[in-house]
C-alpha cells in the first residue's frame, strides 16, 4: 500500500474516534411486539372477568334489595285494635263492676284485647297497649281468685317480687317487679275484682293506664218481648 493513501479505520476505531471526540452514541430500542395468545386462552380470560363483574352485579342488586325490603319500625304500622266489642261484651257478663280506660292520651295504641269467661265463672278481660315511650302496658282485670297457687295475680306478674305501693288518684297500689322479664306490675284488690295494670313500661306510664281506668255502667238486661 503506497504512503500517500489513508487507511479506512476500522469500525472499532471509528467508534473509539468518535466517543474520543466527544460524540454520544444512542441506542434505538425495537418497537415491542403484541403478545399473542391463543383463542382457548383469551376465551377463560374474557370469560373470568365477565363471570367476575356479574357476581359483583348481583351482590349490589341483592344487597339493595335487602335494603329496599327490611322492615322499619313505623308506628303508622303498628296494628291498632278497637277493644269496644270486647268491652260491651265484658259489661254483659262480668258479675262484677268493669273498669277500662279513659281519656288516655292518642300515642297510646291499643294492640291486643281478649275477652274470657262465661256468665257463672270467672271473666277476665286482657287489654294491651304500646306505650309512647315504645314500651309495653296491658289492663288485666278478673273475679278470679287473686290468693293461691296458680293465683290470678302470680300469673299475670310472672311471680314478681313485691316492690312498695304507688298512690294513683287516691288509691293504694301494690307494686312488683320481675327484673329478668323487666316486668312491672301495679296490682289493686277490689272486692270481687282484682286489677292488674302490668308490663315493660315504666311505673310512671304504668301509672297512667291505671289512672284512667273508670267505672263502666252495667250493660241493661234485654227487653222481654210481650
Same mark, same amino acid.
Given at each position: 500500500m503506497s504512503e500517500g493513501h489513508e487507511q479506512a479505520p476500522a469500525a472499532g476505531d471509528e467508534t473509539l474516534s468518535e466517543?474520543? *471526540?466527544g460524540t454520544t452514541v444512542t441506542g434505538t430500542r425495537a418497537p415491542e411486539e403484541p403478545i399473542?395468545? @391463543?383463542? @382457548?386462552? +383469551?376465551?377463560? &380470560? !374474557? @370469560?373470568? &372477568?365477565f363471570g367476575f363483574s356479574m357476581a359483583m352485579l348481583s351482590c349490589l342488586v341483592v344487597v339493595g334489595l335487602v335494603i329496599l325490603i327490611t322492615p322499619r319500625r313505623n308506628e303508622g304500622a303498628i296494628p291498632r285494635v278497637d277493644f269496644h266489642s270486647d268491652l260491651s261484651g265484658l259489661m254483659a257478663i262480668a258479675p262484677y263492676q268493669v273498669q277500662a280506660p279513659e281519656g288516655l292520651p292518642a300515642q297510646w295504641y291499643p294492640t291486643s284485647t281478649r275477652l274470657s269467661g262465661h256468665t257463672g265463672g270467672p271473666v277476665s278481660w286482657h287489654l294491651g297497649f304500646y306505650t309512647p315511650d !315504645?314500651? +309495653?302496658? *296491658?289492663?288485666e282485670e278478673s273475679n278470679e281468685t287473686p290468693a293461691g297457687a296458680g293465683n290470678f295475680v302470680d300469673r299475670m306478674t310472672s311471680q314478681g317480687h313485691p316492690d312498695g305501693t304507688s298512690q294513683i288518684a287516691g288509691a293504694t297500689w301494690d307494686r312488683t317487679f320481675r327484673p329478668d322479664k323487666k316486668q312491672r306490675s301495679l296490682i289493686r284488690r277490689l272486692p270481687g275484682l282484682t286489677l292488674v295494670v302490668t308490663g315493660t313500661a315504666s311505673y310512671d306510664e304504668l301509672a297512667v293506664l291505671a289512672g284512667s281506668l273508670r267505672q263502666q255502667p252495667k250493660a241493661s238486661p234485654a227487653a222481654t218481648p210481650t
Open positions: 466517543h474520543e *471526540a399473542v395468545v @391463543s383463542a @382457548s386462552l +383469551y376465551r377463560r &380470560l !374474557k @370469560s373470568g &372477568l !315504645k314500651e +309495653y302496658a *296491658a289492663l
